[in-house]
C-alpha cells in the first residue's frame, strides 16, 4: 500500500471524532438568557481553586471534594510569574504542572472556567505580572505599551497552544476563558489593548471559544472593562438584593446569561488587621437567590489555600497592605482542605437546584502536632553574605532597585560606610515611600532599627568615619490590585546621613532559597538555646515523626518579646580629660547615673556638653574645642530588659519555602504545612530566617489546628518592658 493510501485511509478514520469534536459546543443563547452546551440549556455552579496554592498531592483531594459539594465546574486562574520567572524560560513541571491539573479536572468530571491574564489580581503577587517586566523602568504595564505587548504576545505564544487541545469544542473540558481581569478598575482605560488581547486569544485559540472579561458591579468599572466581542460579566458578594446586584451587568449584556464569576464566600486578611470571616448562613442565602434567578455562579474561593514562599500580594488602598501568607479567606473548604459548616451549607443549596453526586464527602485529611523543636542559630545573614551572595556585590554610587539587580524576590543587602564622624545622633532619612517594602538597619554589626514604606522613615545613629552601615531590605509582596502594578522594590531613593547623600553602596542580591535547597546550612540533629541577638540570623533544627507524615501547623512561641542584657554603672564612674574609652558603649545601654548629676545635653563638670556613643570612644565639647574623655567606671551591673518587637521571617522545612510568618503582628499565628512536604522515616529539616531577633531559647511548636485570627493591638508594635 502507497503512502498516499495510507493517508487517505488514516483521514477517514479520524473523520468520526472530528465531527464528534466539531459537535460540541459552549455558547450563549442571547435570546433564552442562558448558555447552551451541545445545544442544551446549561447553568454552571463553580469553585475558584487555585493550583498554585495547594501542593499537588493535595489537588485530587481539593477538586474531589468540589464536586462532591455539587459543584459541575471549577474557576482556575493562571499566574504568568508563576510559569516565566525570566524572559524566555519556562516552568510547567511539578507544582506548576497546568496541564496534569487541567487533565484531573476533566477525570473528575468538572468543566473549567479559565482565567489567563495576562493580569489575574487574585491577591498574587504583581497580580501575575513578571517582575521582569520592570526591568525596563518605564514600562506602562496592563497598556498598548509596545514593550508589554511583546512580552505578553511571547507568553501567549507559549501558554494558549497548551489550552487549545483542552477547549471544550476540541474534546476537552475548558467552556470559557476570560480575557484580562478587572480591567475596569484599573487607571489607564486602554481599549487598544483590550483589542489587541481580543484578537491574541482568537489567533491562538480560533472563533468558537467563548471569551468573556469580569468587572466589578458598577457602571464605571464596566465602562473601562468591556470591550464587544467579550461577554461581560460581574462579580459581587452576599448581599440583600441580588436582581439590583445584577443590574450593572444589564446595562452591558441586554440580553444573555446572568453571570457572578466572583461570588464572594469569605474574603482575604491584610497583615495587622482581623481575619476575615462571613456568615454560613448569609453566602448560602446569597447564593439561593442567585440560582433562583436562574443565574451562574462562580464561588471566590471555593479553596483558597496558601500563599507559599514569596508570592503573596498587596493592595494599595491609602497605605501599602501586604497580604499574609495565609490564604484561607474563609472559604467552604479550609487553607488546609477541610470541609466547613459554610461548605455543608451551600451543599444543601445547591441540592434544591440540581442532583448531588452520590456518596459521602470525602472528610478531613489527617491533622498532627508533631510538638516542639528547638533550633540553633547557625549564624547571622551579615557573616554569611558569601552563602547568600556567592556571586559577591555589585558597586554603584547609589542605591539600585531589586529590578535593576535583577532580584524579583526576598531579600538584598545595601552597604555603605559613614562619611564622617557622628558625634550626636543624626537622622538617616528616606524619601517618603522610598524604602519598599521594610529596611532593617545594622551600624558595625548592631542592630538600630526599621525603616518602612508607610512608616518610619528616619533612624538616628552615631557612629565613627568608616562604620559599616547595612540595610537588609525585605520584598513583603508587589502591588497587585490598584492603580499602578508597577511597585519597584529595594531603595528607591538615595538614603541621607544628616541631610547629606550617602553613597558608594555595595548591593548584595541573597538567595536564601538557593542555599536552603543546596543543603546549607546543615541541620543541628539536637539543636540548642543560643543567646538573643536583634539582627537578621539563621536558625536550624530537626525533627522526626512517629512514622507519618500528616498536615501539621507550626506556631511560633515567645517570638514577640526578645529579652536583651544592659549594663549601667553605679556612681564610682568619672569622666577625665583626655585618652581613650576603657569599654564600649552600646547603644541600649548610654545612659549615665543620675548621681553624677549631669546626662545627655546637659552640661557636665569641667565645660563638657553631654556624651554620645562612638565607636568605643566618648567625646566632649567645650569650650577650648573638641577633646576626647576617659571614662573611669567600676565593673558593670548586668540587668535584663524584654523588648516587644514584631518579629517575622521566612521558614522553610525539607527546602521548601513554606512563607512569611510575622505572629506580633497577626491575624496568622500558624503557618500550615502540608504532610506532603515531610518524610515519615527520616529527619525532618527546619530553616528559619529571622529579620530582627529570636527569643534566648527560640523553638517551634507543631499543632494539629491552625490559628488564624490573633492581632497585635494598635500601638503595640516596639514596646519596651522591664520584668
Known amino acids: 500500500m502507497g503512502p498516499g493510501r495510507r493517508l487517505l485511509l488514516l483521514a477517514a478514520a479520524l473523520l468520526p471524532l472530528e465531527a464528534y469534536a466539531g459537535a460540541r459546543s459552549f455558547q450563549v443563547d442571547y435570546t433564552h438568557d442562558c448558555f447552551r452546551k451541545d445545544g442544551a440549556p446549561f447553568r454552571y455552579v463553580s469553585g475558584s481553586v487555585h493550583y498554585a496554592r495547594v501542593p499537588r498531592p493535595a489537588w485530587r483531594d481539593r477538586l474531589r471534594k468540589m ?142 471559544v467563548l471569551l468573556f472579561t469580569t468587572d466589578g458591579n458598577s457602571a464605571p468599572e464596566l465602562r473601562c472593562g468591556t470591550l464587544q466581542g467579550l461577554y461581560a460579566t460581574v462579580d459581587f458578594g452576599p448581599g440583600p438584593n441580588v436582581t439590583a446586584a445584577f443590574a450593572p451587568q444589564r446595562l452591558y449584556e441586554p440580553k444573555g446569561p446572568l453571570v457572578n464569576s466572583e461570588y464572594y464566600t469569605g474574603w482575604l486578611d491584610y497583615w495587622g488587621e482581623p481575619h476575615a470571616s462571613s456568615s454560613p448562613a448569609q453566602v448560602a442565602q446569597g447564593l439561593q437567590d442567585m440560582l433562583q434567578l436562574g443565574a451562574n455562579v462562580n464561588m471566590y474561593m471555593f479553596q483558597g489555600g496558601t500563599n507559599f514562599g514569596y508570592w503573596s500580594g498587596a493592595d494599595y488602598k491609602g497605605q501599602y497592605k501586604p497580604v499574609t501568607t495565609s490564604y484561607d479567606y474563609d472559604a467552604p473548604l479550609s487553607e488546609a482542605g477541610d470541609p466547613t459548616e459554610k461548605l455543608f451549607a451551600i451543599r444543601t443549596v445547591i441540592s434544591k437546584f440540581q442532583p448531588l453526586p452520590e456518596g459521602p464527602m470525602p472528610p478531613a485529611t ?49 552597604r555603605t560606610r559613614l562619611p564622617r564622624d557622628v558625634w550626636d545622633p543624626a537622622p538617616l532619612s528616606s524619601p517618603p515611600n522610598s524604602v519598599c517594602d521594610r529596611a532593617y538597619v545594622l551600624l558595625d554589626g548592631e542592630y538600630q532599627g526599621r525603616l518602612e514604606r508607610d512608616g518610619q522613615t528616619t533612624l538616628n545613629l552615631t557612629g565613627q568615619a568608616g562604620a559599616t ?28 546621613l544628616d541631610s547629606a547623600l550617602l553613597s558608594d553602596w555595595l548591593i548584595y542580591p541573597l538567595d536564601v532559597d538557593a542555599a536552603v535547597a543546596r543543603g546549607w546550612p546543615l ?31 507550626v506556631k511560633f512561641p515567645g517570638w514577640s518579646k526578645v529579652p536583651r542584657q544592659r549594663e549601667s554603672w553605679g556612681q564610682g564612674s568619672r569622666l577625665e580629660a583626655g585618652g581613650q574609652l576603657g569599654a564600649w558603649l552600646r547603644w541600649n545601654s548610654c545612659s549615665l547615673p543620675t548621681a553624677w548629676g549631669w546626662g545627655s545635653g546637659e552640661r557636665a563638670p569641667g565645660g563638657c556638653v553631654g556624651w554620645r556613643q562612638w565607636a568605643g570612644r566618648v567625646r566632649g565639647d567645650s569650650g577650648q574645642g573638641r577633646q576626647c574623655a576617659r571614662l573611669r567606671m567600676p565593673p558593670p551591673h548586668t540587668h535584663t530588659q524584654v523588648l516587644s518587637l514584631p518579629l517575622q521571617g521566612q521558614l522553610w522545612i525539607n527546602g521548601f519555602n513554606l512563607g512569611r510568618y510575622w505572629p506580633a503582628q497577626g491575624p496568622q499565628q500558624t503557618l500550615f504545612v502540608p504532610g506532603s512536604l515531610l518524610h515519615a522515616s527520616a529527619p525532618n529539616n527546619i530553616t528559619l530566617l529571622e529579620l530582627e531577633g529570636a527569643p534566648p531559647r527560640p523553638f517551634l511548636l507543631f499543632l494539629d489546628r491552625p490559628l488564624l485570627n490573633r492581632t497585635a493591638s494598635p500601638g503595640t508594635g516596639a514596646k519596651l518592658l522591664t520584668p
Not at 497580580?127 to 511583546?150: C, E, N, T
Not at 489527617?366 to 558597586?395: F, M, N, T, W
Not at 540595610?471 to 522594590?489: A, C, H, P, Q, W
Open 67 to 208: 464536586y462532591m459539594s455539587g459543584l459541575n465546574a471549577v474557576q482556575v486562574y493562571v499566574p504568568w510569574n508563576y510559569h516565566e520567572p525570566l524572559p524566555g524560560v519556562y516552568d510547567f513541571s511539578g507544582d506548576r504542572d497546568l496541564g496534569s491539573f487541567l487533565d484531573l479536572t476533566a477525570e473528575l468530571g468538572l468543566l473549567v472556567i479559565l482565567r489567563p491574564g495576562p493580569y489575574i489580581c487574585a491577591e498574587w503577587e504583581m497580580g501575575g505580572l513578571p517582575a521582569w517586566l520592570l526591568w525596563k523602568p518605564d514600562i506602562v504595564l496592563r497598556s498598548s505599551d509596545p514593550d508589554y505587548l511583546q512580552a505578553v504576545d511571547s507568553w501567549l505564544d507559549v501558554l494558549l497552544p497548551r489550552i487549545k487541545p483542552r477547549l471544550y469544542q476540541n474534546g476537552g473540558n475548558i467552556i470559557s476563558i476570560q480575557v484580562e481581569n478587572e480591567y475596569g478598575s484599573y487607571s489607564a482605560c486602554d481599549y487598544d489593548y483590550l483589542r489587541h488581547l481580543l484578537a491574541a486569544f482568537r489567533a491562538r485559540l480560533g472563533p468558537d
Open 523 to 553: 541541620p543541628t540533629p539536637q539543636a540548642e538555646g543560643s543567646r538573643a541577638t536583634l539582627r537578621p540570623a539563621l536558625y536550624t533544627g530537626t525533627f522526626q515523626t512517629p512514622g507519618i507524615a500528616w498536615d501539621t501547623f
Open 366 to 414: 489527617p491533622k498532627y502536632a508533631y510538638g516542639s523543636v528547638p533550633l540553633r542559630k547557625q549564624g547571622e545573614v551579615l557573616e554569611l553574605l558569601d552563602v547568600l551572595c556567592p556571586s559577591g556585590p555589585i558597586r554603584s554610587r547609589f542605591p539600585l532597585t531589586f529590578e535593576a539587580v535583577k532580584q524579583a524576590h526576598g531579600f538584598v543587602l545595601y
Open 469 to 496: 552601615l547595612d540595610l537588609l531590605v525585605e520584598n513583603m509582596g508587589r502591588i497587585n490590585f490598584g492603580v499602578n502594578t508597577s511597585d519597584f522594590k529595594g531603595l528607591l531613593r538615595n538614603l541621607s
